[in-house]
């Protein structure tokens, strides 16, 4: 089985400091993290605010993609 380019980008959902935000790789959209779930998963809540969700694969946004967030959401507070 191949590894895809997103695994090797992965980080460990415990590692994930609450308010940063985060690209669930499942899921293929970003998250603000709220917290974490046991040492394997981390909960996620769309920018816009909405419902929470757990995500095990996550990795850290590009500078694009975060560029990219901020000038779509210019009240966006988060930790990086």
Partial sequence: MA???TDELAVE??????KSLVWDIDKDV???????HGGD?????AIRGGRE???????????????R??????????VQ
């Fill in 3 to 5: 590894t895809r380019e």
């Fill in 13 to 18: 959902p415990q590692g994930c400091k609450l």
């Fill in 30 to 36: 970003p998250g603000v993290v709220m917290g974490h």
């Fill in 41 to 45: 998963r981390v909960q996620l809540r």
């Fill in 53 to 67: 969700w757990d995500a095990t694969r996550v990795r850290r946004l590009t500078g694009a993609e975060l560029s």
């Fill in 69 to 78: 967030i901020e000038l779509r959401n210019p009240d966006l507070k988060v």
